[in-house]
């Protein structure tokens, strides 16, 4: 019984032939690698154990009331209990690696890192060891990508030509970077060949671009937002409908590489392909300057005391607190119209995605100073002139 019981826990999963290697300058006979049902129970109990200490180093962390702490560092939060579990599976993935010299005694640390569990060709392949190189330069990635960051936070903040988007811009370009060489470095020590992999590449990206043309055209799009600038996040611009109803006006919120995230007026969240923004029409209110013209139409009647009317509009424009006061509000006579004088005044704002709700309060103002101070509204009316001869031709016709 208990034969037939160790036959089954030490059945071979996987079984490497044995090899001819190099000790001490003669040839020996070493048995190859073996990974059996044991191992599988060992990391069972491995893993079971971790989850009964994670709940009691948990129990013991809201004793303590540390659950919910946040370390922060340079600036970035990290979360303690997070981190805390996150170290306590690469320790377990470590005590995995190393329980299966039990039985491959006649296998040292170094060679079970080194055991190639997928290998394709004569060069590629994952060892055990990638697990680590991969863990490794994510959190070196990470870190570099913090550190870059709060560099170019504090150089934003010291200089004052630039904005936050193009801080957004620089960092997009860092995380790109340092994402790419990343990855690189984990398939080059894959045993991957990299020229062959990069015309695989091109091949690929070509045979893709044709194939999905409004995509990559998106993507491309995306670079340009990048490297130009012309739109970046924080950016307030007016975007031409295409399907012909009224532009909408949004915030841009996030750019990435083949969408962009934006906040419209109603604050929906909308994401939009990046062709929207460079291959339509874009009004940017914040390009150039922090502050945007507006204007707000009025027709008034025939024979109003336009001075009046003109210190009225300046006043309720003036009055209202998102007007900047620096810039003096232009009255202007704008036409005579059938039925009354069409005026209007144009005022400056900071750039504001809701600027509508404060122009509607600045008319508020309006009707209420014209009802106060006697201004009339004309009302669409016609004329009709009859000559004396009509009059008797009508009367005529009745006879």
């Known amino acids: 019984m208990l034969d037939w019981l160790y036959d089954i826990i030490n059945y071979p999963i996987i079984h490497e032939d044995p090899v001819m290697v190099e000790r001490n300058g003669e040839m020996v006979l070493q048995e190859g690698f073996i990974f059996s049902a044991l191992n599988v129970l060992i990391f069972v109990a491995i893993y079971l154990f971790a989850k009964l200490f994670i709940k009691y ?16 560092i340079e600036g970035r939060r990290i979360a303690v209990w ?3 579990k996150q170290v306590v599976y690469v320790v377990v993935l470590f005590l995995c690696i190393i329980s299966m010299q039990i039985n491959n005694n006649h296998i040292d640390y170094a060679q079970i890192l080194e055991y190639r569990f997928i290998e394709i060709g004569e060069k590629f392949h994952i060892a055990f060891y990638h697990l680590f190189l991969i863990i490794i330069v994510v959190f070196i990635s990470r870190l570099s990508l913090s550190i870059i960051k709060l560099y170019i936070h504090r150089t934003v903040n010291k200089r004052e030509k630039i904005d936050e988007g193009t801080e957004y811009i620089y960092i997009q370009f860092a995380k790109y970077f340092v994402y790419s060489v990343a990855i690189l470095s984990v398939l080059r020590s894959f045993g991957a060949d990299m020229e062959l992999f990069i015309g695989a590449l091109t091949v690929v990206g070509v045979g893709f671009a044709l194939g999905v043309q409004g995509i990559f055209k998106d993507y491309m799009s995306g670079i340009l937002l990048l490297f130009e600038g012309h739109v970046k996040v924080g ?6 409908n295409t399907n012909g109803d009224e532009n909408f006006v949004a915030q841009i919120k996030k750019i990435n590489l083949r969408t962009s995230t934006v906040e419209t007026r109603n604050n929906k969240i909308l994401i939009i392909p ?5 291959h339509e029409k ?3 209110w914040s390009l150039g300057s922090q502050i945007t013209r507006f204007t707000i139409p009025v027709t008034v009647k ?11 509009l300046t006043k309720c424009v003036m009055e209202h607190s998102k007007v900047v006061k620096t810039k003096e509000p232009i009255v202007r006579l704008v036409d005579f119209g059938n039925n009354g004088l069409h005026m209007d005044v144009i005022f400056w704002a900071d750039q504001n995605l809701f600027i509508e709700i404060h122009k509607s309060d600045i008319r508020y103002a309006i009707d209420k100073e014209f009802r106060a101070n006697g201004v009339e509204y004309p009302y669409d009316q016609m004329d009709i002139h009859l000559d004396q ?3 008797d031709a009508i009367s005529g016709n009745k006879k």
């Open 82 to 84: 997070k981190l805390t």
């Open 57 to 72: 180093l948990k129990r013991s962390f809201n004793l303590v009331g540390i659950t919910d702490k946040e370390l922060k």
């Open 235 to 240: 950016d307030v611009v007016e975007i031409q």
């Open 389 to 391: 001869r009509s009059l």
């Open 302 to 312: 025939y024979g109003s005391d336009l001075d009046l009317v003109k210190n009225i």
């Open 282 to 284: 874009v009004i940017n």
């Open 274 to 278: 990046n062709a929207l923004l460079t």
